[in-house]
């Protein structure tokens, strides 16, 4: 019997999250029924929440009062779900040109959650969340987890990047009583450190794996090299990513667990994630609707997301800059949220140091895009094993400090051997789906 599970479970996460002020278990309780509704009453209790959204928008968000000045509107005139895409996308660019003017003037700023994101796209956003919208992400990541059979208070090992460290006793303490997380770092995935993973995940023994599709992929072709196995891994949430059909096929192979994809961004949070069945994404709708204007169960079409909960900064028509296909018919689940088929256009390339180690593109994207100053897009991209080039598309506040940050960063992912040069651009070049690609590798895989 796992008693710290039942402890943590039943005393010390409702404990923790009152005192955080997200409790999240009646919203919990309330999405595992409401999942089950019908796909028309899912979308009536859309529609009613878009009405509700658009009167908020509209009276406390300047950015959204003059826009439906400009269209000669008011939300009264958006009669059904339909008519919503009346209103004009908003972009990554808008977003980050209006920030101020989107945020509305009923919350004070200092109540909001502030989030930050360099995206798939290397175009790093600042945005909030109010503290209502932040429980319901919480409670819907607990509901779309609990359909690979994770639940709070279960060991889960965590194949993720940029992880600081348990470095107080007060978070050691914490993550042992309550998220009960083992952290392996992507960006310290050598084949030695890769080597003591796998050591940790036998002392650990946690059922279930959560982590950057290709770091998991990467992860899994090391273990098949070295005849590794039996780490008593049950399930696995792959994000970040969406696996190729070979991909997963070789992670449930070598880990002998099931895979459950999961599409989401940090500026909403879950999108949408596989259930037991494997077909296709359910769309976590009581908080999202997601429209695929241009696109069918065939035809890849863009991704246009509103988000029905944060009304301190609303997102609404919001291009992620993603395509998919849909399915138009059920589950045989028998939830009644709508479906993804499949995700297209999002990707980044393995990139490789000198000496030959794998590095997954996702796992570095935030530290290039965010972190260093003046930069408003990047592009990596690997010519010889030795060199990159660096794309950049700058800002004003781009400068000596900037190419300090630069210089430490580059050894710091790719090791002293790695040379780099820059290429200021004004623009980085979209793929042929309408996609920045934060990585690219024209190099052949070394040996």
């Known amino acids: 019997m796992d008693l710290i599970r039942l402890l943590a479970q039943n005393i010390f ?17 309330e999405l595992e029924r409401s999942q089950f ?10 529609f009613a929440k878009i009405k509700d959204l658009l009167n908020e928008a509209y009276e406390f968000v300047p950015y959204y009062r003059a826009l439906f000045k400009r269209l000669g509107a008011t939300p009264n005139d958006i009669k059904s779900i339909e008519e919503l895409s009346q209103i004009p996308i908003l972009t990554k660019a808008d977003i980050r040109n ?32 109010d503290r209502e919208a932040t429980a319901f992400k919480q409670a819907a990541t607990q509901r779309h987890d609990a359909w690979s059979g994770y639940r709070p208070g279960e060991k889960l090992a965590q194949l993720w990047g940029a992880f600081t460290g348990h470095s107080s006793l007060r978070a050691r303490l914490y993550n042992y009583l309550v998220t009960r997380w083992l952290v392996l770092d992507t960006l310290e995935m050598t084949e030695e450190n890769s080597f003591e993973y796998v050591e940790k995940l036998r002392r650990y023994r946690p059922p279930f794996l959560f982590g950057h599709a290709h770091s998991l992929y990467i992860f899994a072709l090391f273990l098949e090299k070295n005849n590794i196995d039996n780490l008593g891994i049950r399930s696995i949430i792959s994000s970040a990513e969406m696996l190729t059909d070979g991909e997963r096929q070789k992670i449930e192979e070598v880990f002998g667990a099931e895979v459950y994809n999961r599409y989401g961004c940090e500026e909403l949070s879950v999108v949408a ?20 204007p241009d696109g069918d169960e065939e035809k890849p079409g863009k991704l246009i997301i509103t988000d029905l909960t944060n009304k301190a900064m609303p997102f609404i028509r919001y291009s992620i800059e993603d395509n998919a296909t849909v399915y138009n018919k059920p589950c045989a689940c028998g939830r009644g949220l709508p479906r993804l088929k499949k995700l297209h256009g999002r990707s980044a390339d393995f990139l490789y140091t000198p000496e030959g180690n794998i590095i997954s593109g996702i796992s570095i994207m935030d530290n ?3 972190h260093i100053p ?5 592009q990596l991209v690997q010519d010889a094993l030795d060199h990159l080039l660096v794309r950049i598309v700058r800002t004003e ?13 580059v050894p710091e992912f790719f090791g002293d051997r790695m040379r780099y040069d820059i290429e200021y651009v004004d623009e980085i070049e979209k793929t042929a789906r309408g996609k920045y690609q934060f990585a690219i590798s024209r190099i052949d895989k070394p040996n």
């Not at 003046?374 to 990047?378: D, F, K, S």
């Not at 506040?397 to 960063?409: C, I, N, V």
């Open 13 to 29: 996460i409702p404990l923790s999250r009152r005192r955080e002020g997200f409790n999240t278990s009646e919203i919990v309780r």
């Open 397 to 409: 506040q781009f400068g000596e400090a900037s190419l300090r940050k630069l210089s430490e960063t």
């Open 374 to 378: 003046g930069v408003w897009q990047v």
């Open 368 to 370: 290039f895009a965010i």
């Open 98 to 129: 209006n920030r101020e003017e989107l945020l509305s003037t009923k919350y004070d700023p200092a109540t909001l959650v502030p989030k930050r994101t360099g995206g798939s796209t290397g175009v790093p956003l600042h945005l909030y969340w």
């Open 273 to 292: 994630s596989e259930c037991e069945q494997h077909e296709g994404l359910h769309i976590c709708s009581e908080g999202l609707y997601v429209e695929v």
């Open 37 to 46: 509704l019908s796909l028309d009453e899912i979308r009536n209790r859309q």
